[in-house]
């Protein structure tokens, strides 16, 4: 017979690992918006006005996010996925828009798409559950 203990901890793996990949995300999506906006501001300023804008909500809302998650706040969870779905929002922009960018540049929705799945994990709620 198992005498049961008091509860186990749950691990904070995933959400510190939704954390370091939004943080990695955010300078990412950040340095490709800034280089796009500096690219084509002589050509189309409302559309470098758009994506800035976008990219200063986006930022926000990731360092609130990563904060709030790495606090154990169910907000970060939720604020997590509003920013990286802002992200590729920015990128869905960007790659209609024909800007020509790096190759790697291609690459990077992955970050965000990578953000949203680790902090939809039942691990990270049950790390940010309250009580």
């Known amino acids: 017979m198992r005498i049961p203990g008091p509860p186990k901890t749950p691990s904070s793996a995933t959400a510190v690992a939704a954390s370091a990949v939004a ?13 796009l906006i500096t690219g084509w501001w002589r050509t189309d300023r409302l559309f470098c006005v758009g994506v800035g804008f976008l990219t200063a909500i986006f930022g926000a809302a990731t360092i609130a996010a990563v904060t709030w998650l790495l606090l154990r706040r169910r907000m970060g969870i939720f604020l997590s996925v509003v920013a990286a779905l802002l992200a590729l929002l920015i990128f869905c922009g960007i790659f209609i828009a ?12 992955a970050l965000p798409a990578a953000t949203i799945a680790l902090a939809l994990v039942p691990s990270t709620w049950r790390w940010t559950e309250p009580g």
């Open 23 to 35: 943080i990695i995300s955010g300078w990412a999506t950040s340095v490709v918006a800034t280089g």
């Open 98 to 109: 024909g800007a020509h960018m790096a190759g790697v540049v291609y690459a990077f929705p």
